[in-house]
C-alpha cells in the first residue's frame, strides 16, 4: 500500500509558483502585513483549498504554547451521567474553538494513569479528570505542567478545583421522606468506598434514615462496583438471604438500578413494584424512568450545570486567571414517581 504523504507548505508554495515564506505568510493570515498582492494570497488560497491543506496542529501550538485541547478522563462513556456531561463538554469547548479529547480510565488507577499521561503527551491545555484515585500526590505534580479540575469525585481532601454534586443533601431528603411511610428496613447497594461518591451517597442515605427515626442496621448495607452485574448480584444475596423481597431498597446508581431490574424481571418479581409491594428509589436518573409501569423514584444530578461550570473554571485556569470560587458543589433534584 502506498503511504500517504501530508499536504506542507512546500508542496502548496511549489503548486503555486511562489516561494515558502509567502505560501506561508499567506496561509498564516499574514499577507496584508508583508503586502503580498492579492492575486498571489487568492492563488496561493485556491491551491491550498484544491489540495486539502490544514495546519500542523502540533507546529502551532509549539509555537504558541497552547494546544487549544481540554482532556477529560472519566471512568466509562456507557454510564449516562458522564457521557451527559461529556456531550456537553464537547459542545462547550467546540463553540469556543477548542477540541476536547476524551479517554476513560475504567475505575482502575493504572489504566487512569495512562490515559492521563496520552493526554498530556498530547499537550493539552488543561485536564479534568473524575479520578478513581484515593491520593492527589500524581495530580498535583501535574499541576506543574498544566492546570487539573476534579469533576464529579472529590480525590481524598485534594485542594485542586472541583465541581460536583452535593449528593448526601439530596439523598438524605430523598430516603427520609420514603422512610416515614412506615418501613421497619431500607437496603442500600453501592460501589467503591474508595470514591468519594460512594461515600456522599451512602452518608446521605444514613443521615435520611436518622432523620426518619430509624436506626440503619449494617445489614442493609451491601458494596461492589458500579457494574450493572453488581446490581444483578446483589439482588440475588438479598433475596436469597431474605427468602423474599425487601421493603425498600436504594441504588446509589442507574447501572446498579439496572441490574436489579434485570433480577427482578428474569424472577418475575416486577410485579411487587407495580403493586408497590417494594418501594425502589436511585441516584442517577434517565428518562426512560418516566415511561416504565413502575414507581422508581431517582435523583438527578443537573449535568448541563456541572458541565458549564467545569467549562467555564477550566477557561479561567487556562487564561491564568484565578477564578472567584475554586470549588464548586451543584444541587441534585429529586424526582418523585411513587407520589404521582
Known amino acids: 500500500m502506498e503511504k500517504r504523504k501530508r499536504t506542507t507548505i512546500a508542496d502548496i508554495a511549489k503548486l ?15 499577507a496584508s502585513t508583508f503586502r503580498i498582492k492579492e492575486e498571489t494570497r487568492l492563488r496561493v488560497l485556491e491551491v491550498a483549498r484544491e489540495n486539502h491543506y490544514s495546519p500542523n496542529v502540533h507546529a502551532k501550538s509549539l509555537q504558541a504554547s497552547r494546544s487549544d485541547a481540554i482532556g477529560l478522563v472519566i471512568p466509562d462513556l456507557t ?42 503527551r498530547r499537550q493539552v491545555d488543561a485536564l479534568i479528570v473524575a479520578s ?29 478545583p472541583l465541581v460536583l454534586t ?8 430523598l430516603i427520609e421522606s420514603i422512610a416515614k411511610e412506615g418501613l421497619s428496613e431500607f437496603y442500600y447497594f453501592g460501589g467503591q468506598l474508595e470514591l468519594s461518591p460512594s461515600r456522599h451517597r451512602l452518608a446521605g442515605f444514613e443521615l435520611g434514615l436518622k432523620r426518619a427515626g430509624i436506626e440503619t442496621k449494617p445489614e442493609w448495607i451491601r458494596h461492589r462496583d458500579y457494574q450493572t452485574a453488581s446490581g444483578y448480584l446483589m439482588m440475588q444475596s438479598l433475596h436469597q438471604d431474605l427468602g423474599r423481597l425487601p421493603q425498600a431498597l436504594f ?33 442517577d436518573n434517565h428518562d426512560l424512568l418516566d ?47 411513587s407520589k404521582k
Open 166 to 173: 452535593d449528593a448526601a443533601r439530596a439523598t438524605a431528603d
Open 16 to 30: 503555486a509558483g511562489v516561494s515558502k515564506t509567502t505560501a506561508s505568510m499567506v496561509l498564516n493570515g499574514r
Open 291 to 337: 415511561c416504565l409501569p413502575l414507581n422508581i423514584d431517582s435523583i438527578a444530578q443537573n449535568n448541563q450545570q456541572l458541565a458549564k461550570t467545569c467549562f467555564e473554571l477550566t477557561l479561567s485556569l487556562i487564561n491564568e486567571k484565578s477564578p472567584a470560587i475554586s470549588s464548586v458543589v451543584l444541587d441534585a433534584d429529586i424526582f418523585w414517581r
Open 79 to 120: 454510564n449516562f451521567g458522564f457521557a451527559s456531561i461529556a456531550r456537553e463538554l464537547e459542545r462547550l469547548c467546540r463553540e469556543s474553538g477548542l477540541q476536547l479529547l476524551i479517554a476513560c480510565s475504567e475505575d482502575d488507577p493504572a489504566v487512569e494513569k495512562k490515559a492521563v499521561e496520552g493526554l498530556v
Open 132 to 160: 478513581s484515585e484515593t491520593g492527589d500526590e500524581y495530580y498535583q505534580s501535574l499541576t506543574k505542567q498544566l492546570p487539573v479540575i476534579q469533576l464529579d469525585r472529590h480525590i481524598g481532601q485534594s485542594v485542586l
Open 251 to 283: 441504588t446509589a446508581s442507574y447501572t446498579l438500578l439496572e441490574g436489579v431490574l434485570r433480577y427482578l424481571k428474569d424472577h418475575e418479581c416486577l410485579n411487587a413494584l407495580v403493586d408497590k409491594e417494594m418501594r425502589l428509589a436511585t441516584f
